[in-house]
């Protein structure tokens, strides 16, 4: 009987180790760009509920984010609203190679508080001192935030920015810059149109020529930590056509054709 016993266990071991092991459910954690947050809200819960994976998204200034990627932080997938933040990280071996690519195209506004602001045309003749009217003009930290950066060169480009520079009020991140105008602590401010978009209680008064300012291209890649099919799939799923279409509805443009099937 014991050697029936031991045969019937070996003999079971055997069909269990023939059969397919089921897919283990993971999680992929996204640093990305904090004017990315409506977008990957959606996308996030799309995805989680057609995947047994977890998708945790980790959202701050691309400069943060970066720095954090340099320093070991956990992150999986990185989202940047700059592309020298992803060139930093390329430079220095962390992104997984060949996944880097330009996901997101973007454009920065001028916005006022409130509903019904009148509009304005951005050009070199602008002035942003009378339009504030002693106040100041939110935008994120314009030395370190992409669209505080992108906020500075265009001004610089329209020769404001020696003249503004002193009424400037820097947020930690465009939100943060968006939330300064929308509660009526700053009269104005520069952010991007997705976030304008965002938020109710502002007014879009000008689009800064696309000219002024570098493009802004959010490109995405694989940090090289770890290397999963989970990693690899969500990558795919930020290029099809779920992804695109919930990035769309808050008026990013895609950088290029969704990606279909496998």
């Given at each position: ?9 070996l ?29 990957m ?16 998204v ?8 970066a ?8 992150a ?17 071996g ?5 996944t880097?690519?330009?996901?997101l ?11 019904d ?10 002035d ?22 992108y ?23 465009v ?7 929308s ?80």
């Open positions: 009987m014991p050697f029936s016993r031991f045969f019937a266990r003999a079971g071991s055997a069909l269990l180790a023939s059969l397919p092991f089921a897919a283990q459910a993971d999680e992929v954690t996204v640093f990305a760009a904090a004017s990315l947050k409506n977008a809200d959606e996308i996030k819960a799309a995805y989680e509920a057609g995947s047994d994976d977890k998708i945790t980790s959202l701050a200034g691309s400069s943060a984010l720095r954090q990627i340099q320093q070991g932080a956990p999986d997938i990185f989202i940047s609203a700059n592309e020298q933040w992803m060139d930093k990280l390329e430079a220095e962390l992104l997984e190679p060949g880097r690519s330009d996901l195209r973007n454009s920065i506004v001028l916005i006022a508080h409130g509903h602001a009148a509009p304005v045309e951005i050009s070199s003749s602008l942003l001192q009378a339009l504030l009217e002693g106040g100041r003009l939110a935008m994120a930290l314009v030395d370190a935030v992409p669209a505080g950066i906020g500075k060169a265009a001004l610089e480009s329209l020769g404001l920015w020696q003249q503004t520079a002193p009424a400037v009020a820097q947020a930690d991140n939100r943060a810059a968006l939330a300064l105008v509660t009526g602590e700053a009269p104005l401010g520069i952010v991007y149109a997705t976030d304008a978009a965002a938020d109710d209680n502002v007014s879009v008064i000008g689009t800064f020529p696309a000219d002024s300012h570098p493009p802004i291209i959010y490109p995405v890649a694989d940090i090289a930590t770890r290397d999963t099919p989970a990693e690899a799939a969500f990558l795919d799923y930020l290029h099809g056509p779920e992804a695109r279409a919930a990035f769309e509805r808050q008026g990013f443009v895609m950088a290029g054709p969704a990606k279909t099937g496998g």
